[in-house]
């Protein structure tokens, strides 16, 4: 059963530390994303990458995040330093593009302190 | 830019109700439109989903009508079961070039029996 999987699931820290979330995609998925969710501001694009290259980053702060894909198979979202107000669940997502559905993670959980 | 407007939560109906969830979009090409359903502690899970003028999408006994004269996509269920208590997205997507998902804000619905 192909699924997206994320690591960690929950990740508590202490502001100013670095964060890395990571995501596997399903095998074959040629477009990834990151979301970020929050009771206040709901499911924010952070961004999206097709083929690997980024396509999209404009929902990112850029000065503490940082989105790569090293490989197809592994895709990372870096928060350097945090702050308290990135707490939320991040989920990654991945499709094949083309108006076709995506297929989300678990999510990470993160909360900085 | 694109953007969806769903009807605002939380929704309470009683086991065995009829359930509507209102959706409208806005988008300046043809998009293909879903409804994605997140239960308590997990990711988003396609629902259901419509890529053309007055297309049903359908799945689990929940059906929306993609339409085009009035921009609108509702969620319909004739007969709501407990299990159905999740929160409901209703979300976009562009035609060729622009795959991101664009959410709305998220309708939590729960069912009482």
């Known amino acids: 059963d192909a699924r997206v999987t994320q690591t960690p699931r929950h990740k508590v820290t202490e502001m100013g530390q670095e964060v890395t979330m990571r995501c596997q995609p399903i095998?074959?998925?040629?477009?990834v994303f990151w979301y970020r969710q929050t009771m206040m501001q709901g499911l924010e694009l952070l961004a999206y990458f097709r083929n690997r290259a980024p396509l999209d980053d404009s929902g990112m702060p850029k000065d503490r995040f940082s989105a790569e894909m090293p490989d197809a198979t592994l895709a990372t979202l870096k928060i350097q330093p945090s702050e308290p107000r990135d707490s939320a669940v991040y989920f990654c997502?991945?499709?094949?593009?083309?108006?076709?559905?995506?297929?989300f993670g678990q999510g990470t959980r993160l909360t900085v302190v | 830019g694109d953007s969806v407007t769903q009807m605002e939560g939380p929704v309470t109906l009683s086991e065995e109700a009829f359930l509507t969830i209102n959706c409208t979009y806005t988008a300046t090409g043809y998009p293909s439109l879903f409804w994605y359903v997140q239960y308590p502690g997990e990711g988003l899970q396609l629902l259901l989903k419509?890529?053309?003028?007055?297309d049903k999408g359908s799945n689990k006994g929940f059906e929306a009508t993609y339409r085009k004269e009035t921009t609108s996509f509702h969620l319909e269920k004739g007969s709501v079961q407990v299990s159905d208590s999740a929160v409901y997205f209703c979300a976009l997507s562009e035609d060729f070039g622009n795959e991101k998902l664009t959410f709305g804000t998220g309708t939590r619905l729960t069912i009482i029996p």
């Open positions: 095998l074959g998925h040629n477009t």
């Open positions: 997502a991945s499709g094949l593009g083309q108006n076709t559905e995506a297929f």
């Open positions: 419509a890529t053309k003028a007055d």
